[in-house]
């Protein structure tokens, strides 16, 4: 049970859980199965038109002029060994790509798997659907955030505690909005950084065979479903274990301690992180599944999407299950990461609590649950 939900009546409660587990489940289907289907339906068209606007939009923003990142490195770096070092990541002549005089790739030229053309739809997509998606999420939660409306605020807020920026010390809310430009540096620093790691995640992925952007091999259901379940399951094992190493004596001051600013998360904080954290800690455990299964670059954008809603719930402030996995065996509760937060205890694990039930990090959670409950 939430913090924020104690006082409600025991049928209330039951019911709108229902509500919210039939709500959830429709629209995991939804995202998962939906887009999927239409596009196979289409015969292609909508997906060669998709691929090939992100090569176009990529020539029209005119980055692909810098992505030899020759220049940038040698700056950065001061080394000539260093660009050579960089340049098979991240290489890309932009003649090649853009073709035309005016910079942009034509939308009827298909764009074919290794390719120059390839590499710049794969690095687009997934930093516009990451940008995309996290940006509609926090949107959604800014306004529950600002309209404060007592129906929701009574019913889902998980804290006792008003939110930061309501506080009645103004020493608290200035500190919130502090910590909120810090943040949103942050998120500037890190998709910039995700950005070039796209490239290498590209690379890295078509020497296993994944990451292809041809219909031909685009994933029918039960490949999908059944890859979504492996990513998820590998992305919570090493996401529980970096999790653990990350609370360690010798990263956490150094490096998980800037998440940890949010002693009363919300969405934005989802990825609020350090560097190093969020290339190793997030990055890494999201794209191992898809690196290991040679998925294909629809499944990875999908599996992107669902991993985005994920964190957005765990850090959101609400019990607002947006995904039915809480409901499943092990699922990890909303709260345990709102707990996790405000005490810095246990409670590591990702989509599941299997690990924090097997290795006893769960425990203190489930006093706090058993206090609030006597």
């Given at each position: ?12 409660s039951?019911?709108v859980?229902?509500?919210n587990?039939?709500l959830?489940v429709?629209?995991?289907v ?8 239409y ?9 060669h038109?998709?691929?090939a606007?992100?090569?176009?939009f990529g020539?029209?923003?005119r ?9 940038l490195v ?19 002549d932009?003649?090649?790509v853009?073709?035309?005089?005016d910079?942009?790739w034509?939308?009827d ?10 590499q710049l739809?794969?690095v ?11 940006a509609?999420?926090?949107l ?6 600002v309209g404060?409306?007592?129906a929701?605020e ?17 020493t ?6 502090r910590?909120l430009r ?21 690379r ?10 041809s219909?031909?091999q ?7 479903l059944?890859?979504?379940a492996v ?7 090493l ?10 004596r010798?990263?956490y ?21 350090h ?15 898809p690196l ?7 499944t ?41 937060h405000?005490?810095n205890k246990g ?5 599941f ?11 203190p959670y ?7 409950q006597?």
């Amino acid at each position: 049970m939430a913090v924020g939900t104690a006082s409600r009546a025991p049928a209330a409660s039951s019911a709108v859980a229902l509500l919210n587990h039939v709500l959830s489940v429709l629209s995991t289907v939804a995202i998962v199965l939906g887009p999927a289907a239409y596009l196979r339906a289409d015969g292609g068209a909508l997906w060669h038109s998709l691929v090939a606007g992100m090569v176009r939009f990529g020539c029209s923003c005119r980055l692909v002029d810098v992505m030899s990142l020759t220049e940038l490195v040698k700056r950065v770096l001061g080394s000539e060994s260093a660009v050579d070092a960089a340049r098979p990541f991240f290489d890309v002549d932009a003649a090649n790509v853009c073709g035309g005089a005016d910079g942009a790739w034509p939308a009827d030229v298909p764009v074919e798997d290794d390719s120059a053309q390839a590499q710049l739809a794969f690095v687009y997509g997934i930093n516009v659907v990451h940008w995309v998606v996290f940006a509609l999420l926090n949107l959604g939660l800014a306004v529950l955030y600002v309209g404060q409306f007592p129906a929701v605020e009574r019913a889902f807020k998980m804290s006792e505690k008003p939110w930061p920026w309501l506080s009645p010390r103004a020493t608290e809310r200035a500190a919130f909005w502090r910590l909120l430009r810090f943040s949103l540096g942050s998120l500037a620093f890190n998709y910039g950084l995700s950005f070039f790691q796209a490239f290498g995640m590209y690379r890295l992925g078509r020497a296993r065979g994944a990451f292809s952007l041809s219909f031909a091999q685009f994933p029918d259901t039960a490949t999908l479903l059944w890859q979504l379940a492996v990513c998820v399951l590998v992305e919570d094992f090493l996401f529980y274990w970096g999790h653990r190493f990350l609370h360690t004596r010798l990263l956490y001051t150094r490096v998980h301690k800037i998440h940890h600013k949010f002693f009363h998360p919300i969405g934005i904080a989802s990825e609020t992180a350090h560097p190093v954290e969020y290339a190793l800690g997030n990055v890494l455990p999201f794209i191992a599944g898809p690196l290991l299964l040679r998925s294909h670059s629809y499944t990875t954008f999908l599996w992107l999407t669902l991993r985005l809603i994920k964190t957005a719930e765990a850090h959101c402030g609400y019990d607002l299950p947006f995904l039915p996995l809480v409901t499943l065996p092990f699922g990890n509760p909303v709260d345990a990461h709102q707990y996790h937060h405000e005490v810095n205890k246990g409670s590591f694990g990702s989509f599941f609590a299997f690990y924090d039930w097997l290795c006893g990090t769960d425990i203190p959670y489930k006093n706090s649950l058993a206090k609030k409950q006597n």
